[in-house]
C-alpha cells in the first residue's frame, strides 16, 4: 500500500486505473483531490482513499454538538452551539455556530437557557440546523425559570430544589448531568 501526501486540485489516478474515495471528485475521467489530505492506494483491489488531513471546522451532518438555547421563536428556537462530541466526550469548536433547531425535530420542550445535545441535520446555509429526536439526545443541563438554581431530574420531570417547581423538559437519556 502506497501513500502519499496530496494538495487539492492535484490528480490522483484516471478513472480505469483506480477507484477514489474519500475527499475527491471525478472530472473527465481523473480524480482530483478536493483537499490536502493524505492518499493511500492499495494496488490489490485498486482503490485509493484520501484522508483530510485536518477535521472541517464546521461540523458535518450527523455530527453530535452541545449547544445553549438562546430563544424560542414561532418556528423554531435559537441555539448557539460551542462542542462537538468527539471519541472522548466533548470538544470545543474553534468558532461558536448559531443553530436552529424547529419545532418539528424537537420531540418536547425546552426553556431558554438549557444546555441540549443534538445531532446535525443540516448544514446548507449560516445556521447549523439540528434535532433532538432520540432518547439520547434533549436536555443535558436546565436551570429553573424562577430563581436560576439547577435543576434536578425526577423521573420524567425536572423539579427545583429552592422553589419546589416541576418543570417539564426534553431530557438526554443516560447525559443529564446534574443527578446529585
Do not use: W
Amino acid at each position: 500500500m502506497k501513500k502519499i501526501i496530496v494538495t487539492p486540485g492535484e490528480t490522483l489516478a484516471y478513472a480505469e486505473e483506480f477507484e477514489v474515495k474519500g475527499s475527491a471528485y471525478s472530472l473527465d475521467h481523473k480524480y482530483i483531490s478536493s483537499v490536502l489530505g493524505a492518499a493511500s492506494f492499495d494496488e490489490k483491489t485498486h482503490t485509493a482513499v484520501v484522508k483530510p488531513l485536518k477535521d472541517p471546522a464546521m461540523p458535518q451532518p450527523g455530527a453530535v454538538v452541545y449547544c445553549q438555547v438562546t430563544g424560542k421563536g414561532r418556528r423554531a428556537y435559537q441555539l448557539r452551539c460551542f462542542a462537538v462530541e468527539g471519541q472522548k466526550g466533548p470538544v470545543d469548536l474553534k468558532y461558536t455556530f448559531t443553530g436552529v433547531l424547529p419545532y418539528f425535530f424537537a420531540e418536547g420542550e425546552l426553556g431558554i437557557g438549557d444546555y441540549i445535545r443534538a445531532r446535525v441535520i443540516s448544514t446548507h446555509g449560516p445556521p447549523l440546523v439540528v434535532s433532538i429526536r432520540g432518547a439520547t439526545y434533549g436536555s443535558v443541563l436546565s436551570r429553573c425559570p424562577r430563581c436560576g438554581s439547577v435543576l434536578k431530574r425526577r423521573g420524567a420531570t425536572l423539579y427545583c430544589p429552592n422553589c419546589a417547581i416541576e418543570v417539564k423538559r426534553k431530557i438526554a437519556t443516560g447525559h443529564y448531568t446534574a443527578n446529585f
